[in-house]
């Protein structure tokens, strides 16, 4: 079965950063994008970045680009968001998914990240 676990949310200062991981099995990982996307309080999913199998295409939202860093670890089935100069617009629950395993996307459980006001 397809099991992706994020880990490494917590609470920061605003300009503070964090680094998001994203720990896979149950399918070939080096074959699929990978993805992450957040939840706001009080808005729905908004997507955050992508990153192509062999890491030869990156893209960023708006809001990510100059402060999210993606990247991948084919050979530990592993994919991070490396945050920095966090603001309180970034706060919400961070996933990542896989695109296209079994013509659907998978999403873990998440991990929360709060930037105090």
């Known amino acids: 079965d397809v099991q992706l676990v994020e880990s490494g949310g917590g609470m920061v200062q605003p300009g503070g950063s964090l680094r998001l991981a994203c720990e896979t099995s149950?399918?070939?990982?080096?074959?699929?994008?990978m993805t992450w996307v957040r939840r706001p309080p009080g808005r729905g999913p908004e997507w955050v970045s992508i990153?192509?199998?062999?890491?030869?295409?990156?893209f960023y939202a708006e809001f990510a680009k100059g402060r999210f860093t993606i990247s991948r670890d084919n050979a530990k089935r592993a994919v991070y968001l490396q945050m920095t100069n966090l603001k309180p617009e970034d706060t919400g629950v961070y996933y990542c998914?896989?695109?296209?395993?079994?013509?659907?996307?998978?999403w873990g459980q998440g991990t929360q990240v709060t930037v105090l006001a």
């Open positions: 149950g399918f070939d990982f080096r074959q699929y994008s």
């Open positions: 990153i192509n199998a062999d890491e030869s295409n990156l």
């Open positions: 998914t896989s695109k296209g395993v079994g013509h659907r996307d998978y």
